[in-house]
């Protein structure tokens, strides 16, 4: 079974296409770090620019949900929908981008995971260098759920779209009945090929 799994990938590398195929990929994955990159600046002067009007209004959250009930019960309807709404968007983008640039095998808590630490970083060098905020661990939960949401709407077809241009799609395996051996299984895609030959 080793050696016809060798001759197959070697096969797929071979077939016409295949560098169209990895300049695609190579492309996709440019464009997705330089817009990360450019995210990032972006996610820099939103959060770390200093507010010396709410100097004496930013305090430190370290409870889930406090800032939640302080935008239920103090905001007008349109002030927490700024707020919460904000919070989402800034980290959707970690869900559209971080599935090109992460590993298939657990992808989705991979990028849950990488959005949950670089908003944990930003929001302590919040409350540690600038002026006027503070520390709220709820960012970080909407922050942390907007990757989520986007990584399921969108991000999630964008995952499967960029790796299976790498000729190793998550293939559905067929079953293939063999005389005296039982069933066997090959791909899909293996077996569209050999009913167009």
């Known amino acids: 079974m080793t050696s016809v799994t060798a001759r197959t990938s070697k096969a797929d590398r071979a077939r016409p296409g295949g560098w169209w195929r990895v300049l695609v990929r190579v492309l996709v994955a440019l464009v997705a ?20 009007a709410s100097d004496k209004l930013a305090g430190s959250n370290l409870r889930p949900g406090a800032s939640l009930r302080q935008y239920a019960e103090s905001y007008t309807f349109l002030a927490a929908c700024k707020q919460i709404g904000g919070n989402l968007l800034l980290g959707a983008p970690f869900g559209l981008l971080l599935p090109v640039l992460v590993a298939r095998r657990m992808r989705m808590m991979r990028v849950l995971l990488l959005t949950a630490i670089v908003m944990v970083l930003v929001e302590l060098a919040q409350g540690a260098l600038v002026q006027g905020r503070a520390f709220d661990v709820d960012d970080v939960i909407l922050n942390t759920a907007g990757a989520l949401i ?48």
Do not use: C
């Open 33 to 52: 770090f330089v817009a990360l990159i450019l995210f990032s600046a972006v996610l820099a002067r939103l959060t770390l620019t200093p507010s010396p």
């Open 150 to 197: 986007a990584y399921i709407l969108v991000g999630r077809r964008i995952g499967h779209g960029y790796h299976a241009l790498a000729g190793s799609p998550e293939r559905t395996r067929l079953p293939i009945t063999l005389r005296g051996k039982g069933a066997r299984y090959r791909s899909k895609s293996h077996a569209g090929d050999n009913e167009r030959k």
